[in-house]
């Protein structure tokens, strides 16, 4: 990978978190199909980048963070991930098994950052005190965003150049050997546990029927995922007026 | 009444400023402390600049906001625009104490969190997101670009209804529409869609497969195709997936979900098991 290239790559990693794209960074810049696309763009493969991304955004499918915590840090798998894939030109059952470790090494940044903030909260209160509204707004983003913006570029910049080589000498090397074989079965095996973290946030007992529809109609119809998208449209449709009947009863049931 | 002598409006161009800068700083300086309270501080301080002509009221006001908060940014904004209307109300007189408004925001935050993150982290996103790697997966750039900006629009634009709806119905709004059934059919309906599309991309991307193969007798007996295909296609992604589901609803940590994962897929595939 070129020196310009990782620098390009660790300040898309880094705008990703920050306020700057509507606040929604975090919902939208982070997710590695948008990593893929925009790493593919610096990389010069725009479209295997974006194969590549969402190849490591299945196993992201179910990310929440929840009450300030993050399970891992899906804009490292999904702009690092991308990145050692394209350059060492491999299978994306690979990209995707190289995208899980990097993602969990992102947390160890998530929880400095997030214990280091603290300090510029401190900062806001002293400004507050002299009634300086300027400075409060300030202390919200300049301290931390500027930690991050320095700490972002410097870690994924190197990452970046000096261990992606190593990492793809590794992988190369393997080629062909049964653990390679191995981690193109785990590629295969990690989206079910991006569905299964999504599924422990909104599966309900009264949802299971639709979570059986939805696997048949593929399994045994083939329908793409916009298909069965427009399926659930349709039972959406009918459980809401299911329950406006209802209502409607109970309240005429009260006259 | 005393405080009544000048009464401060707030115009929709305040109002709209202060909306923006919450979308866009919320958590700029999310920290362990404070979560999004200096987010909340910064979103406030030109309405109470505006509000607050007396420097110690200016000064309440700014640390009323600066303490703990945390919730939803999308959905929750409906606190915001509540709060500016308490703040509002408060500034013209109105017999509103600091601690009552705190008691609104930490009051709300926790259901609006669990409504937030259940509609949008649960089912907007993934929706969106499915649908991006489906498209991105064939090579077809319309599928990061759809995530990119159509779920963009669609944040900003929940998340501006409700900030503007908290602020011109104000505090009682927010309590009624969490009671109100509808808000509860929407959640329900969307859940629906959402499992949905979870169970389609079971099908769809799960790759899980044995290759275990024997003889009975002279007979040929391939495990995968002549019983798990002969039950159902892709009867293994499904019950791989629903174990995992499993595990998590044990509150087994996604790092051991992980690592085990590795594990058995790593030893299953050098062995020729998978």
Known sequence: MEWWQAIVIAFLYYFADAPFWFGDGYYVLQRPIVAGFLVGLVMGDPVQGTIIGATINLIFLGHMSVGGSIPSDMALAGYVGTAFALAMHTTTEVALAIAVPIGLIGTVVWVGRMTISAVFAHWADAFAKKGNTRGVMLMNWVPAQTMLFLFKMILVTIFCVYVSEAVGNVINGMVGSPIFNGIGVVGGMLPAVGIALNLRAILKKETWPFLIIGFLLVAYFKISIVGVALFGVAAAMIYMLMNSKKEGAATNGAQ | ?274
């Open chain 2, 1 to 274: 009444m005393e405080h009544n002598e000048q009464s401060v409006k707030l115009t929709k161009k305040d109002v709209n400023k202060s909306f923006w800068l919450w979308q866009l700083f919320s958590h700029a300086n999310y920290n362990y402390e404070r979560m999004q309270g200096t987010a909340f501080a910064m979103a406030m301080a030109p309405i109470l600049k505006k509000l607050y002509p007396k420097k110690e009221d200016l000064v309440d006001g700014l640390e009323r906001h600066l303490v703990f908060f945390n919730t939803d940014p999308n959905l929750g904004a409906v606190i915001h625009g509540a709060t500016i209307a308490m703040e509002e109300k408060k500034a013209n007189g109105a017999d509103i104490s600091g601690e009552a408004i705190n008691a609104f925001k930490t009051g709300l935050m926790g259901p609006m969190a669990g409504v937030g993150d259940s509609l949008i982290q649960g089912v907007i996103i993934p929706l969106f997101v499915a649908i991006g790697i489906s498209l991105g997966l064939t090579g077809n750039l319309l599928g990061p670009l759809l995530v990119w900006f159509g779920l963009t629009a669609t944040l900003v634009l929940i998340a501006r209804s409700s900030w503007m709806k908290g602020y011109e119905l104000g505090t009682s709004a927010i309590t009624s529409m969490l009671q109100d059934g509808r808000m509860k059919t929407w959640i329900g309906a969307a859940g629906i869609l959402g499992t949905m599309v979870m169970g389609g991309l079971i099908s769809q991307y799960v790759g899980f497969s044995t290759k275990i193969a024997f003889t009975i007798g002279q007979v040929p007996f391939d495990l995968q195709a002549n019983l798990f295909d002969a039950i159902m296609p892709n009867l293994l992604p499904l019950a791989l997936t629903l174990f995992i589901y499993w595990l998590t609803t044990k509150r087994v940590k996604t790092t051991w979900i992980l690592l085990g994962v590795a594990v058995v897929g790593i030893a299953g595939g050098a062995l020729g098991i998978f």
